[in-house]
C-alpha cells in the first residue's frame, strides 16, 4: 500500500512539471527583476501588448511564450518580437545584448548598447529581427563582427 501511494504521489508530481511552462526553469519573468541585466521583448511596437524579460542567454525561443497581460499573452516569443528594451542594473559593468535572426545566435540582429546606473537602451521596432527573432544573449563586447547588426543606444 506504501508503494502505491509513493508512485501515485512521484506520478502526480511529475505530471505537474511536465504541464508547466518551460519559461519557470530558465530566467523568463513577466517583468524585469532588479539587481542585473535584462532584455524585455514586446509582442507589439512601441512596447506594446505582453512581454516576457530574461535574465540570461537564449539560443532558441521556440519554448517561450509572452507572459505578461497585454495583446500576444500565451504566444510564442520566437518570430513575435516587435520591440524591445535592454535594462542595465549596476553589476560591476554595463552589459550589451544582441537578438538574433536565427536559433543559436546567427544572422541579423538588433544590438543594444548597455548602460550603467539602472537605465536602459529601447528599440520602439526592432530592425531586421522584427517578427523574426529566434535568439539572444548578452555581452560585454559588440555586434557580432561581420553581421548586419542594427545598434541601438
Not at 68 to 92: E, F, H, I, Q, W
Not at 114 to 132: D, I, K, M, V
Request: some cysteine; aromatic content about 16%; glycine content about 14%.
Amino acid at each position: 500500500m506504501k508503494r502505491r501511494i509513493t508512485a501515485a504521489v512521484v506520478s502526480a508530481a511529475a505530471a505537474f512539471v511536465a504541464l508547466l511552462p518551460t519559461n519557470a526553469f530558465a530566467g523568463a519573468y513577466s517583468d524585469c527583476p532588479s539587481g542585473g541585466p535584462c532584455v524585455e521583448i514586446y509582442y507589439n511596437s512601441y512596447w506594446g501588448g505582453s512581454h516576457t524579460a530574461f535574465t540570461s542567454s537564449v539560443s532558441n525561443f521556440a519554448s517561450y511564450t509572452f507572459l505578461a497581460s497585454g495583446a500576444g499573452k500565451g504566444t510564442s516569443v520566437k518570430n513575435n518580437g516587435a520591440s524591445a528594451r535592454l535594462l542595465d542594473y549596476p553589476d560591476g559593468g554595463s552589459s550589451n545584448a544582441a537578438i538574433f535572426f536565427n536559433s543559436g545566435y546567427g544572422g541579423a540582429c538588433d544590438f543594444f548598447y548597455g548602460h550603467q546606473e539602472g537605465s536602459f537602451t529601447a528599440a520602439w521596432r526592432l530592425g531586421p529581427t522584427y517578427n523574426n527573432n529566434a535568439s539572444f544573449y548578452f555581452t560585454k563586447g559588440g555586434p557580432p563582427s561581420g553581421s548586419n547588426c542594427a545598434t541601438w543606444r
